[in-house]
């Protein structure tokens, strides 16, 4: 594990706090006010991106502020539960955007499902040439890095090969902090994206018998859903659990839009602590390997998305979005805020990470051979 010290990723830091679950009350009050400081950093980064007027700025505001803060050797260790939260509290923010018009686009869904099938393959084996000809990296380390998303099985798999941790784990998170902080405004000067949704307001006293059922079916679904192994079964959970309630029309409540920001700001200072223990000289050596990987994936990912998008009939962003090699919360939550139908984007991440959790020893196998195993 040791190897993995230069970028540990948010599952690492949770395995690391477990191992320390006796705690003081001192100790959890440090702990949040050492938790505190990345946060207040993420704000002020999310409220100039929006200053600014990017596209989804708090959540890359906070990205990129706190990114830069784990560089320069602040620590932005996360307590352990507030990954769940977020993304239980996200979940049910992104359901609210589903109706029963979703559900008839839902139609076109199989033919786009059916590009993964040649993306994955496609970002694959474009990223190891380019890692393994221009940079000069092993070919394990080159495979397990261009993997496109599911991060934390990746990692489970990299630690049993002849790959370097360290660079598939400095690779795979720049590449997920780069599609959050550019993919949006990408996006927008492409005229590809869409206005950014306003939070619904319930009125009258019923709204408050709403936010109790939401909050208890988004909890029990989340919860039940991690449970069961789904991947990012938190958020998936909570948004199937929120969509239901909407699109029947059992709830009109919103989330109150403060709890919405500090939600999305909490989430970038989640992805940026992927960076804790990063030095400066080892983000030296990974910076062109790691933005060269990312331009060819995304390459890749927009080529493929505009002829399935022509194919199937559906808007070229959106089907950009739901192919982007990133992980299943961080791109649902961006199609949320970029209004691009985030049940459809989850739904692929989703299938996505399934077929890799499932053929990814085997292509492993097939590509590395067996001697690849240590």
């Known amino acids: 594990m040791a190897a993995m010290r230069p970028g540990l990723c948010i599952g690492a830091l949770a395995m690391r706090q477990r191992g320390h679950s006796m705690m003081t009350r001192g100790d959890l009050l440090r702990l949040i006010k050492t938790f505190m400081l990345p946060c207040l950093i993420g704000a002020a980064g999310g409220f100039a991106f929006d200053r600014l007027g990017l596209p989804a700025a708090w959540m890359s505001g906070s990205l990129v502020a706190v990114s830069i803060a784990a560089f320069a050797g602040l620590n932005v260790r996360v307590p352990e539960p507030v990954s769940p939260a977020i993304f239980l509290l996200l979940g049910t923010v992104m359901g609210q955007a589903v109706t029963p018009e979703t559900l008839r686009l839902a139609l076109s869904w199989p033919i786009s499902m059916g590009g993964l099938v040649v993306l994955v393959p496609a970002i694959i084996g474009a990223i190891v040439v380019y890692l393994t000809r221009v940079e000069g990296f092993d070919r394990s380390t080159a495979f397990y890095a261009s993997i496109p998303g599911a991060m934390n099985y990746v990692m489970a798999l990299t630690i049993g090969s002849k790959a370097d941790a360290r660079s598939v784990v400095v690779v795979q998170s720049f590449r997920l902090v780069l599609l959050v902080a550019a993919l949006p405004s990408f996006l927008a000067l492409a005229g590809l994206g869409a206005a950014a949704p306003k939070a619904a307001v319930a009125t009258g006293s019923a709204a408050w018998f709403d936010y109790p059922l939401m909050a208890l079916l988004a909890v029990s679904c989340g919860l039940g859903m991690e449970r069961l192994g789904v991947p990012g079964g938190a958020t998936v959970g909570a948004m199937l659990a929120s969509a239901v309630l909407h699109g029947t029309g059992l709830v009109t409540a919103a989330v109150p839009q403060p709890l919405v920001l500090a939600g999305f700001i909490v989430m970038g200072v989640l992805i940026a602590a992927r960076f804790a223990g990063t030095s400066l000289v080892e983000l030296r050596q990974m910076l062109r390997p790691s933005i060269g990987a990312f331009l060819v994936g995304t390459g890749v990912t927009v080529g493929v998305a505009a002829v399935v998008a022509g194919l199937a009939g559906l808007p070229v962003g959106k089907v ?42 085997l292509a492993a196998r097939l590509v590395l051979g067996a001697a690849d195993r240590t």
Request: proline share 7%; net charge negative.
């Open 320 to 361: 950009i979005l739901a192919y982007a090699p990133g992980g299943i919360e961080a791109m649902a939550i961006l199609a949320f805020v970029l209004d691009m139908d985030p049940a459809f984007v989850g739904a692929h991440h989703i299938v996505r990470f399934v077929g890799i959790a499932v053929l990814l020893p």
